[in-house]
């Protein structure tokens, strides 16, 4: 049974920083792609960011480049997210996900696992 469990949300002030951590679990992940959706109240769930568990290439959405940064641990299986400068346009369930990409990009209907989320409010 495949299991995402996400940590490290909570309350911060413009500005701060947050760590997100995934820790996976269930199956080997070659050939996936780990990575963090989002999703305010009333909006759709996006993308955020993913990075390849085979190669570690990584992809961003552009409203967060330059201020999350997304890692791997392959020997301990956990994908984070380093979270910096964050915006209350920042705030919102953030759920780790993963799917069987080869490459492509993780669009959310690529996603074959979902964490249950983490919620992340950043106030003005």
């Known amino acids: 049974q495949v299991q995402l469990v996400e940590s490290g949300g909570g309350l911060v002030q413009a500005g701060g920083s947050l760590r997100l951590s995934c820790a996976a679990s269930g199956r080997t992940f070659i050939g996936y792609a780990m990575g963090w959706f989002r999703q305010a109240p009333g909006k759709e769930r996006e993308f955020v960011a993913s990075?390849?568990?085979?190669?570690?290439?990584?992809d961003y959405t552009d409203s967060v480049k330059g201020r999350f940064t997304i890692s791997r641990d392959n020997a301990k299986k956990t994908v984070s997210l380093q979270m910096n400068s964050l915006k209350p346009e920042d705030t919102a369930l953030y759920y780790c996900?993963?799917?069987?990409?080869?490459?492509?990009?993780?669009?959310?209907?690529?996603?074959?696992?979902w964490g249950q989320g983490t919620q992340v409010t950043v106030s003005s």
């Open positions: 990075i390849s568990w085979t190669t570690g290439s990584t």
């Open positions: 996900a993963a799917g069987l990409t080869y490459g492509l990009k993780l669009s959310a209907n690529r996603v074959d696992y």
